[in-house]
């Protein structure tokens, strides 16, 4: 605090650039800078409760040069080597595959991250870099709301090739919930009600695929059991899985989700911790691990699977005397009462 200044209040925010002494990747050199915004409290000043409600979230960036490299260049203000490895996972840019993602989202012990990629144009001031990933972590649920703000936060680094029009950018969202750019555009917290995300998948397209299977999804969600739904892509995982929780829309809870989840140990000992879940997942093997899931969902092939170890729960008994339980038919007993609601 400044003691010249007693009638102010001095919040100062550091722009962090992750060192190797903090275990994070090498990066390629840049210029050590801050930045410091003074936040006038009190009557008549801006108010920091809504600041201070987002210290916890982040804003990094991910480059991969042309060498092939992906290097953690920069992040603010900071996070841990946990979560900081896990999203460069869920980063296509160190994909194998070499697949451009453009948007992803998903969940990490109650943090949503959002990354949005982008591939750098030859006009662009990034000249040694081919692509990029916007990474940006919050505590609410709506991906077009942060798709959106990424986009314009992507194209502010595309101009400037420095996050400080970023963090302006940032901390203007955080504190008023809008930013202005003639530019990049404009971007409103209120124009993206949370509601809107929660009926943002399609309810029909689900039960146009799987006719009455769908019964076994409702269910498994009703009794809060384990759904772990797998397609090779990803964009397809996240559309499917951030609707079935619209299934049981009189909870509205979309906190079961885990749109984006890979066979790693830290990420799988945090889902288990969940007592029911919808998880996505892009690896087959996960077809094996049956103590993951309660109802498996084979995406891509249009199949609903029910684990073993859940025979003796009530999801059970709409398939019971079908295929002895494994793969629900879409021939259900005459005694189904749910079979009858619907």
């Known amino acids: ?69 992906v290097l953690w260049v920069w992040c603010y203000p900071s996070t841990t080597a946990t979560l900081r490895n896990l999203l460069l996972r869920k980063c296509c840019l160190t994909d194998e595959s070499k697949l451009l993602h453009p948007f992803v989202f998903g969940q990490y012990r109650r943090t949503w991250f959002y990354i949005t990629t982008v591939e750098v144009p030859d006009s662009s001031v990034l000249i040694k870099v081919t692509h990029f990933s916007i990474v940006l972590t919050a505590k609410d649920f709506n991906p077009e709301k942060y798709a959106a703000f990424t986009r314009i936060l992507c194209r502010m680094y595309l101009k400037h090739g ?10 203007a969202v955080l504190t008023k919930g809008i930013c202005q750019s003639e530019e990049n555009g404009s971007f409103l917290s209120k124009d993206f009600d949370a509601r809107k995300a929660y009926l943002a998948g399609s309810i029909k397209d689900i039960v146009s695929q799987f006719g009455m299977e769908t ?3 409702h ?36 906190t079961i989700l885990h749109s984006y989840v890979h066979l790693h140990a830290e990420e ?12 996505g997942f892009v690896d087959l093997e996960v077809s094996s691990r049956s103590d993951l899931y309660d109802v498996f969902v084979n995406l891509a092939d249009s199949e609903i699977t029910i684990a073993p170890l859940a025979k003796v729960t009530h999801v059970l008994d709409l398939t019971r005397g079908h295929d002895n339980g494994q793969t629900a038919q879409r021939h259900w007993p005459a005694h189904c009462s749910v079979c009858r609601r619907s």
Request: charged content about 25%; proline content about 7%; glycine content about 8%.
């Open 219 to 254: 269910t498994a969600l009703m009794l809060k059991k384990r759904i772990v739904v797998y397609h090779p892509k990803i964009e397809a995982v996240q559309e499917f899985t951030r609707t079935l929780p619209a299934l049981v829309w009189h909870r509205q809870d979309w």
């Open 268 to 279: 799988l000992e945090a889902l288990q911790m969940c007592p029911g879940y919808i998880a």
């Open 215 to 217: 019964v076994i999804l």
């Open 162 to 171: 420095s996050p400080v029009k970023m963090m302006e950018s940032y901390i």
């Open 1 to 69: 605090m400044a003691a010249a200044e007693p009638a102010d209040t001095q919040l100062m925010l550091g722009v962090g650039l992750i060192g190797e002494d903090e275990g994070a990747l090498p990066r390629r050199p840049a210029p050590q800078f801050s930045l410091r915004l003074r936040l006038r409290l009190g009557p008549g000043g801006l108010c920091s409760r809504g600041l201070r409600r987002h210290l916890r979230d982040h804003l990094s960036t991910v480059e991969k040069d042309t060498n092939g490299e």
